[in-house]
Structures are given as C-alpha cells and as structure tokens.
C-alpha cells in the first residue's frame, strides 16, 4: 500500500515538473528572443515596453550578404534567454539608414553598442566594443541602480 501511494505522489511530481517546465520553456520561446527592430517598429517594441520592464537594445552593424557576429549575436541571444521575464531584448542594423537616428538618439556612435532603457532612463555600454554576459549583466545592474 505504502509503495502504491508513494508511487503516485512520484508521478504527481514529475507531472507538475513537467508542466511548469512546459510553461517556462513556452514563455521563453516567445519572450526570451532577440526582437529585430526598425525605424517604424521602435515604439511599439521598445517605447512601449520601457515603462514596464527594462529593454536592451543591442545595435550592429550588418550589411547585405555579409557575415555578422555570430558570437555577439549568440552572447545577446543567450541572455535574452535567460532574462526573459525581466529584459526585453531588441536587435537594430545600423547598416540600414532608416535606423540612424534611433542610433543617435541613444547615444550608440558605433557598432557593436548596448543600450538599456527602462522609464525614459538609458545606461550604455562601451561604444563598439564587445559585451560578454557579465558586462551585460552589469549594465542591468547599472539601469535598476538608477531607477
């Protein structure tokens, strides 16, 4: 009797295991991606969105039919991952002349450059050096200091 019923409590267990990891893995999938963005998509994806969580904006520089940083790219990417219910993340090509200004506007002069947002608040990175995971969270740690 005592093993039936610690064989049932088991399976209660792996099955709410699996379900919250189900959840959190559906969740990451749709919140923890690098968004690209433009000129046009900027307010809905990152004006938007400031006020109630803070967003990256991760810029680069890539022309057409050229390779890109994959291992910045793969440094953002994991981070958005893992900070999906606390960042959003967005991705602009400078390369493309309508994102420009956005550029400018946040102070991002040259390619690679982070920037974190959150409430009309910025905290920028080195300008067109690399970010590694620590540098990022510690531009995160920055940006909540401020706010």
Known sequence: MNRSIIAILVLIAVGVGGFL???DYTYRQ????????????????????QGAKPVLIYFYRQ????AG????????KDFAW??????KVVAINTAHVENLPLALANGA???PAFVFVLDG??????????ADADELERLLDLLHKQH
């Open 21 to 23: 990891f189900h959840k």
């Open 30 to 49: 749709q919140h923890g991606q690098v968004t690209n963005v433009d000129l046009f998509s900027y307010e809905q994806e990152v004006e938007n969105v």
């Open 63 to 66: 022309e057409k039919n050229s």
């Open 69 to 76: 940083d994959e291992a910045q790219l793969k440094i953002v």
């Open 82 to 87: 893992r900070n999906a219910y606390d960042v």
């Open 109 to 111: 002069l040259r390619t």
């Open 121 to 130: 608040k910025h905290v920028n990175g080195q300008n067109g050096a690399r």
